[in-house]
């Protein structure tokens, strides 16, 4: 059988704000690297488009870096098609308006009139593709939620609003973005399954177990 090729996303995107500035988040990359080896080690082609993280890549893995939403999104489409497409970046919702290209400086006021625009959602363009659409699209979701109940209902809807096949969600009200553990629900319009916390190389090799049995299930 012919080798599935994955696309993951990982790590954060940076959004320039002036040549000093930028919009971006705590993501540390961790969770899609280690994936992304894990599917590597399980045979897969991986293609990894990442945002800026300071973890080294996996051997074997095709890496794309990239700085901003906008150029994730062009390098996704790009590297398509695919049998399998895993958003596990922490995308930027909103990038500034204009990048200034000299710095604000602060007695210009030029912060109180920051304007934002909203970044393309890359996991539901990729999952609403009409033609060359990748058979298993999968998206993460990072939630403050109180309970598992409200996690997965939470999650139950992004897997609605994205239209992808699985949501993997975790409650980040710990330490889950920048710290080495997770616990998560793997989310589909089927059942939920719940995997217990464990160090993230060790829940990578769970999803990436189910990952690649559900693209030999659903293999043409
Ligand atoms: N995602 C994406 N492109 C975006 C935003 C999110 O591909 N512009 C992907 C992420 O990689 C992740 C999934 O969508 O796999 C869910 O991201 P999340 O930020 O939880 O979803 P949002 O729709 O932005 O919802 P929220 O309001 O909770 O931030
Ligand atoms: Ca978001």
Redesign the pocket.
Known sequence: MKAPHIIV?AGPTVEPIDPVRFLSNHSSGRQGYALAAALLARGARVTLVSGPVNIEPPAGADLIKVQT?LEMRGAVMAALPADGFI???A?A?WRPATRHASKIKTDKKGFASLQLVE?????KDVSGLAEGRPRLAV?????TAPDTDTLEALARA?LD??GCDLIIANDVSGDAMGGAENAVLIVSRGETQALARAPKDVIAAQLADSLMALLNTHSQ
């Open positions: 996303t939403a958003a596990v970046a995308v919702d970044n393309p959602d890359i996991l998206g993460f979701a990072a939630e992004k609003r994205k």
